[in-house]
């Protein structure tokens, strides 16, 4: 008889969880599915991915979080990029090299180096400079400028789909 009342215990927690985890993913989680190489290798083309749509409500963008936003160019749709300059921060490429004020800027992320070089840029307040980890195969800040945060949708928290891909940024 107390087997059966631990079991039922465990099994109303387990629903409780579960629906629980339901609103959370409801209201504060998205999960887009990635298209093109731009993030590769970290994520790849038509991996899904866990959004924290609440994350910058607590707390600020911080440099090299993966993030999703909306953008205009060339069409709207939503991106994920890592953030590479915050508000106020000057950001130049030079040789592949990210410089930001002044430093260069360890990537160890970045397997598919590019060897240009871009102008210094200060990011306007409200804003973040982004780029994708693979240089050579991404449409990002270097191109079309600043993403404006309002346009932040949130935090790439992890790799959800296929299993291979599962696991935290």
Not at 4 to 26: F, K, N, P
Request: aromatic share 10%.
């Amino acid at each position: 008889m107390q087997g059966q009342l631990h079991w039922r215990s465990v099994a109303r927690t387990t629903l409780q969880l579960c629906a629980l985890a339901a609103l959370a993913m409801a209201f504060f989680m998205r999960t887009p599915e990635v298209s093109g190489l731009s993030m590769a290798p970290r994520i790849a083309s038509g991996e899904f991915v866990l959004i924290n749509t609440i994350s910058y409500r607590l707390h600020a963008p911080q440099r090299g979080d993966i993030i999703a936003f909306r953008h205009e160019s060339p069409a709207p749709e939503v991106f994920i990029k890592r953030i590479i300059g915050l508000a106020g921060d000057n950001v130049a490429i030079d040789r592949g090299k990210v410089i930001v004020n002044g430093s260069v800027l360890p990537e160890p992320y970045v397997r598919f180096a590019d060897t240009r070089s871009f102008p210094q840029v200060t990011v306007p307040a409200g804003s973040l400079y982004v780029l994708g980890d693979n240089r050579v195969d991404s449409n990002d800040s270097r191109y079309w400028g600043f993403v404006a945060q309002d346009q932040v949708l949130g935090k790439a928290v992890a790799g959800i789909w296929p299993p291979a891909a599962l696991g935290t940024f």
